[in-house]
């Protein structure tokens, strides 16, 4: 990556215009041409270094009001397995595998949306039956302290 | 409210905005509708706070960024004080007070390990926290925040 493709990526970051020609408007900012800027952006979304071009929500907005991280224990050999199906539920919305620790055990996890406690529940208690899962822990959020989308290649700026 | 079209919209625009020159007419045609209501609703969804934010969303590895998921035991009456000593650091990107054992759960992205050998040796080192485990994850199998609008 060069500084171009930092600066590109954050300036990406910054407030999306809702204009009839965005990209346009965001590479006069960056000082190149449209058409740089849409070759570079569609470079990084083939590489995957951009996962998704599009919006995200606010889930409370949006009558999803409840979420549970909800770890898993699950035999080694059937990780990969689980983890596939776990993902594959729609209130999944983040399906990773974890490191345990001694007092931990929980070795994957997922992030499941819904619109109620009992809601959640349900998923979790379908999900654990489906997979033939019976050891978990139901992480519920008692206060979100923080919730912010990530400040790439401004470390710089951090420490001014 | 939401009405059926501003739903239909937010579901489009959730599985992609195209990188085209005209993006939002390029949506507008796949509703049947046309770019300056697909404007006029977008500008109106965002202000009233149901649109978290429009953009790339980035692979944070591929990036050259590592993360992890933090535990924290933190003893009573410390949670305000130890939850906002962690804000501060902007690899601290969500951190949530939970239900369980381990009361206190943040993820934290930074460019270079030894930055963040130094942030976790910080917060280790907070009073009231009594524990910490650092949960790496080798292999993501999902990120994708998606909600379905009906």
């Known amino acids: ?160 | 409210m939401l009405t059926s079209f501003d739903k239909a919209l937010l579901n489009v625009l959730q599985t992609g905005l195209p990188i085209s020159k005209h993006p939002f007419a390029d949506l507008a045609e796949k509703l049947d509708s046309d770019e300056s209501i697909v404007l006029h609703r977008l500008q109106a969804l965002k202000r009233d706070g149901y649109i978290r934010r429009i953009g790339p969303f980035f692979d944070s590895y591929k990036l050259g960024y590592a993360g992890s998921l933090i535990a924290l035991k933190v003893a009573d009456g410390y949670m305000e004080s130890v939850a906002v000593a962690i804000n501060q650091y902007p690899g601290a990107t969500h951190n949530y007070e939970r239900e369980g054992r381990y009361n206190l759960w943040f993820t934290l992205l930074t460019p270079e390990p030894g930055l963040r050998e130094q942030i976790l040796t910080e917060i280790r080192a907070l009073p009231g926290v009594i524990a910490m485990i650092d949960l790496v994850s080798k292999k993501k199998y999902k990120i994708n925040v998606q909600f379905k609008l009906k």
């Open chain 1, 1 to 160: 990556m060069d500084d171009l493709d930092k600066k590109i990526i954050r300036v990406m970051q910054d407030d999306f215009p809702l204009v009839c020609e965005p990209y346009k408007e965001i590479a006069g900012h960056i000082g190149i041409t449209e058409e740089e800027l849409i070759g570079r952006l569609r470079r990084y979304k083939e590489n995957g270094q951009i996962r998704k071009m599009g919006a995200v929500l606010q889930h409370r907005e949006v009558g999803f009001s409840s979420n549970v991280l909800c770890a898993w224990i699950v035999e080694p050999e059937r990780m990969d397995e689980v983890a596939t199906e776990l993902a594959k539920n729609p209130s999944v919305s983040h399906c990773y595998d974890r490191n345990t620790m001694p007092d931990w055990p929980y070795n994957i996890y997922t992030m499941i949306h819904a619109h109620s406690r009992a809601e959640c529940n349900a998923i979790v208690d379908g999900l654990a039956k489906e997979n033939n899962l019976s050891e978990k822990a139901m992480l519920f959020s008692i206060k979100e302290w923080k919730k912010t989308s990530m400040r790439y290649f401004c470390e710089e700026d951090m420490h001014k």
